[in-house]
C-alpha cells in the first residue's frame, strides 16, 4: 500500500558534524511534506515543511531537500547539537478532495555524541 | 503561534473504565483536529479525523464505539476510550490543521496506562 517510509532507523553522529535523515514515499499525488522532531514523551514538533513544488528549503540550520523523481526526501542537520537528539519524522500530506490528513514515516532516532 | 493543550499528560485507569481526552486549540479555531496513537518505538497512526459538529472519520481498524469522538466546539475535541483495557495503553496525540499547506499543530500527548 501507499506509505512514507525511513532508509535509516537509527543514526549516530559526533557534535558538530552533520546530519542527514534519509526518507521515502509512495504517494506521487502528496503536495506537501513536514520533518517532525519528537522527544520523549512530547508530541511532534515542527521542523520544517516543503511544498511539492519545490525541491530544495532552508530553514535555521535544518535544510529539507525533495526529489520527486525517485521519491524522496532528506532532512539535513547542520553542526548537529547534543539537543538535536530525538526520532525524527517525515509526513506527507496527502490531499482527497475536502478532507486532507498526514501520514507519518517510521522514524529515525537520532544520538548526537558530545 | 497556534497551540493545541492537550489534558491530561498521563492517566492511569483501572481495566474496563472509560478515559477521556481533552484537546483544546487556545488561539485559533480548529474545524478539523486529528487523534493519532504512538506505540512504543513506533510512529504516529492516525485513528480518526474529528469534525466540529459532524461525526468522525475512523481508519480502517479503528473500533469507533470504543474510541468515541466529540467535537462539539471549534476549540475543544474530545477522545474517550472507552471500556479501556490493557492493549490500549499507549500514547495518544491530537493535532490540529492550520489550513492545507499551513501545517499541523500537535497536542503534547496523553501517556493513558491500563491496569
Known amino acids: 500500500g501507499e506509505s512514507v517510509g525511513l532508509h535509516l532507523p537509527t543514526l549516530s553522529v559526533q557534535e558538530g558534524d552533520n546530519s542527514i535523515i534519509n526518507c521515502a514515499y509512495s504517494?506521487?499525488?502528496?503536495?506537501?511534506f513536514i520533518w517532525y522532531k519528537q522527544e520523549s514523551g512530547k508530541g511532534p514538533q515542527f521542523i520544517i515543511d516543503i511544498r511539492s513544488n519545490m525541491d530544495k528549503r532552508q530553514g535555521q540550520r535544518v535544510t529539507v531537500l525533495l526529489n520527486k523523481t525517485v521519491k524522496h526526501l532528506s532532512l539535513q542537520i547542520a553542526a548537529t547539537q547534543p539537543g538535536d537528539s530525538a526520532v525524527y519524522f517525515c509526513a506527507e500530506n496527502r490531499s482527497g478532495g475536502s478532507n486532507y490528513k498526514l501520514t507519518f514515516g517510521k522514524g529515525t532516532l537520532l544520538t548526537v555524541n558530545p | 503561534g497556534a497551540v493545541v493543550s492537550q489534558h491530561p499528560s498521563r492517566v492511569i485507569c483501572k481495566s474496563g473504565t472509560s478515559v477521556k481526552i481533552e484537546c483544546r486549540s487556545l488561539?485559533?479555531?480548529?474545524?478539523?483536529m486529528f487523534w493519532y496513537r504512538q506505540f512504543p518505538k513506533q510512529s504516529l497512526m492516525l485513528m480518526a479525523t474529528s469534525n466540529e459538529g459532524s461525526k468522525a472519520t475512523y481508519e480502517q481498524g479503528v473500533e469507533k464505539d470504543k474510541f468515541l469522538i466529540n467535537h462539539a466546539s471549534l476549540t475543544l475535541s474530545t477522545l474517550t476510550v472507552t471500556s479501556a483495557h490493557p492493549e490500549d495503553s499507549s500514547f495518544y496525540i491530537c493535532?490540529?490543521?492550520?489550513?492545507?499547506?499551513?501545517?499541523?499543530?500537535f497536542g503534547s500527548g496523553t501517556r493513558l496506562t491500563v491496569v
Open positions: 488561539d485559533f479555531q480548529a474545524t478539523t
Open positions: 493535532s490540529a490543521n492550520l489550513g492545507h499547506h499551513y501545517g499541523y499543530t
Open positions: 504517494n506521487s499525488a502528496s503536495d506537501y
